[in-house]
T-cell receptor, first 113, second 113 residues
Framework: GAGVSQSPRYKVTKRGQDVALRCDPI?????LYWYRQALGQGPEFLTY????????KSGLPNDRFSAERPEGSISTLTIQRTEQRDSAMYRC???????????FGPGTRLTVL | GESVGLHLPTLSVQEGDNSIINCAYS??????FIWYKQESGKGPQFIID?????DKRQGQRVTVLLNKTVKHLSLQIAATQPGDSAVYFC????????????FGKGTMLLVSP
């Protein structure tokens, strides 16, 4: 049984470029979450989906950040016009339904130069 | 691999000791609580959860205690092993209308053989 997967695992980009981070949740999981984790800190909520519907995007820092899950499975987090402050570990998690154990992926380490 | 242990409160124990990791949560309306273990370079891994209608829940070698009066959560690990060395995060969630998790500050557990 595969867990949550994320790609790429590492992404280095130049300031001003757009990046797309992909999350493949556990098959059949209804809910999918995006977090950002700074070194030494707990994951910080960004947004989440139930099926293809974005339920809450209150954690997205600004309008350069967006996420989609068009078919209720794979999700993409897009950051436009990246800035150095966007450098972080971006983690995805999925769960069978709301308010339940979330299974985390290995994360994508984003570095903006 | 990345280190998530920088500048974190640290608990150092000897192998075989019992460990207690404490967490203060912020929202009195939260009704779901969860503990995660995070090893260096990996995503958070579920340990145990508890709902607000309970004050204690036991798993294998772990017990979570919830004190809603003082908004305090603790994780007890019995017979701590070197493999338990990691950063531990508590998280709260389940506030009506939301199913996101808010993570607390982590605690690094170091187990000496």
């Amino acid at each position: 049984g595969a867990g949550v997967s994320q790609s790429p695992r590492y992404k280095v980009t130049k300031r001003g470029q757009d990046v797309a981070l992909r999350c493949d949740p556990i098959s059949g999981h209804v809910s999918l979450y995006w977090y950002r984790q700074a070194l030494g800190q707990g994951p910080e909520f960004l947004t989440y989906f139930n099926y293809e519907a974005q339920q809450d995007k209150s954690g997205l820092p600004n309008d350069r950040f967006s996420a989609e899950r068009p078919e209720g499975s794979i999700s993409t987090l897009t950051i436009q016009r990246t800035e150095q402050r966007d450098s972080a570990m971006y983690r995805c998690a999925s769960s069978p339904r709301d308010i339940n154990e979330q299974f985390f992926g290995p994360g994508t380490r984003l570095t903006v130069l | 691999g990345e280190s998530v242990g920088l500048h974190l409160p640290t608990l150092s124990v000897q192998e075989g000791d019992n460990s207690i990791i404490n967490c203060a949560y912020s929202n009195s309306a939260s009704d779901y609580f969860i503990w995660y273990k995070q090893e260096s370079g990996k995503g958070p891994q579920f340990i145990i959860d508890i709902r607000s209608n309970m004050d204690k829940r036991q798993g294998q070698r772990v017990t979570v205690l919830l004190n809603k009066t003082v908004k305090h959560l603790s994780l007890q690990i019995a017979a701590t092993q070197p493999g338990d060395s990691a950063v531990y995060f508590c998280a709260e969630g389940g506030v009506t209308g939301y199913s996101t998790l808010t993570f607390g500050k982590g605690t690094m557990l170091l187990v000496s053989p």
